[in-house]
Structures are given as C-alpha cells and as structure tokens.
T-cell receptor
C-alpha cells in the first residue's frame, strides 16, 4: 500500500533562517505531489504541485520554493523565513488510479520566531 | 474560479446529537467533491467523496450527497460521538487532470459527553 512521510514534524526557526521540509511517497510511481499550507485559523492553501521530476507549478507567489529531485521526493524550501511563513505544512500525493483523491502526510508545524 | 463555502464554526454538540455541516461550491464543469477530517495534531484524512451528481459518499456513519441543483455537499451524521471532535474540510477537484483541491475554511466540531 502507499504511504507518505514528511519531516520534520515540528520546527522552530528564527526569522531570516533557511527552511527545508522533505516529503517522500512509497508504494507508487509517477505520483502528482503537492504542498499545502494551513495558517492559524484559516483553511488550506495550495502552494506548489508537481506532475513529474523537475516539474513544479507555483500557485501563490511567495518566498518559498519547491523541488522534486526524484520521482517520489518533494522538498519545500526557503532561503529566508518570514514570520508570516508560520503554519502547518502538508505534503500530499495522488495518482490516476486514486480517482481524483488526494492523500495527505502527517504535516509539519513550522513556527517562525 | 472554483470556490468552496462551508459553515462557520466552531460547532459544539452533545454526544448522540444529529450533525449537519453545510457546504456549497462554485465550479465550472463537473467537479468531484470531498470531505476531509483533521483530528487534533494530525494531518488530513479523507472521510468520504462523491464524483457525480446524486452520488452519496459515506464512511464511519457520516454521509454527504452531491446535489448539483443546489451546488451543495452537506455532511451529516445521525448520532455523533466524542471521538468525532475534529476539524472538517469540504473540498472540490475540478477533474482536469491535476487533481488540485480547493478547500473550504474548515469547521471545528467539538462533541461534549
């Protein structure tokens, strides 16, 4: 069966420091991969999605970036964090056979101080 | 563009009460509709889904019917339990191949014994 893992689970970082959140999917090939953010008291916002290695689409302009160096690996990065980057970040995947269903990882709590 | 509007929270109910969380959507074409649930401190889990008009999704005693005429996908449960306390998200996917989800803002549900 397919599984998704993301880490770290929690992170406290100072303003201006870099960020790297990593996500891997197991048990499937050629998944679509997604990064969502859930800010405090707000809904989920799609940040990036990827349909293949090296193919990244950005949904919202910001100081975050994403990369997909391998088929089942998706990385969210920032060179310099802002206070407004605090939130709950969720990696997710889907495949054609999942019938338009997206499955989420456990999430990563980021607090920028 | 696509949008999802769901009932403002928080909602507090007594155990065994009847639950309805309203969700309406705006989309072009024929979207798939979803309810996701987020338990405290966890990522999102798919609760149920419906892919075409008049379909009923159901899981764990929860139900929702895809109503194209009213563009709605209300979540219902006949008798809630304390373990149902969570945040519930309504979402749609516009079925154009990349399976991106548009989420509502979420409804926090608390069940008291």
């Amino acid at each position: 069966s397919q599984t998704i893992h993301q880490w770290p689970a929690t992170l406290v970082q100072p303003v201006g420091s870099p960020l790297s959140l990593e996500c891997t999917v197991e048990g499937t090939s050629n998944p679509n991969l997604y990064w969502y953010r859930q800010a405090a008291g707000r809904g989920l916002q799609l940040l990036f999605y990827s349909v293949g290695i090296g193919q990244i689409s950005s949904e919202v302009p910001q100081n975050l970036s994403a990369s997909r160096p391998q088929d089942r690996q998706f990385i969210l990065s920032s060179k310099k964090l802002l206070l407004s980057d605090s939130g709950f970040y969720l990696c997710a995947w889907s495949v054609v056979s999942s019938g338009n269903t997206i499955y989420f990882g456990e999430g990563s709590w980021l607090t920028v101080v | 563009g696509n949008s999802v509007t769901q009932m403002e929270g928080p909602v507090t109910l007594s155990e065994e009460a009847f639950l309805t969380i309203n969700c309406t959507y705006t989309a072009t074409g024929y979207p798939s509709l979803f309810w996701y649930v987020q338990y405290p401190g966890e990522g999102l889990q798919l609760l149920l889904k419906a892919t075409k008009a008049d379909d009923k999704g159901s899981n764990k005693g929860f139900e929702a019917t895809y109503r194209k005429e009213t563009t709605s996908f209300h979540l219902e449960k006949g008798s809630v339990q304390v373990s149902d306390s969570a945040v519930y998200f309504c979402a749609l996917s516009d079925n154009v191949g990349n399976e991106k989800l548009t989420f509502g803002t979420g409804t926090r549900l608390t069940i008291i014994p």
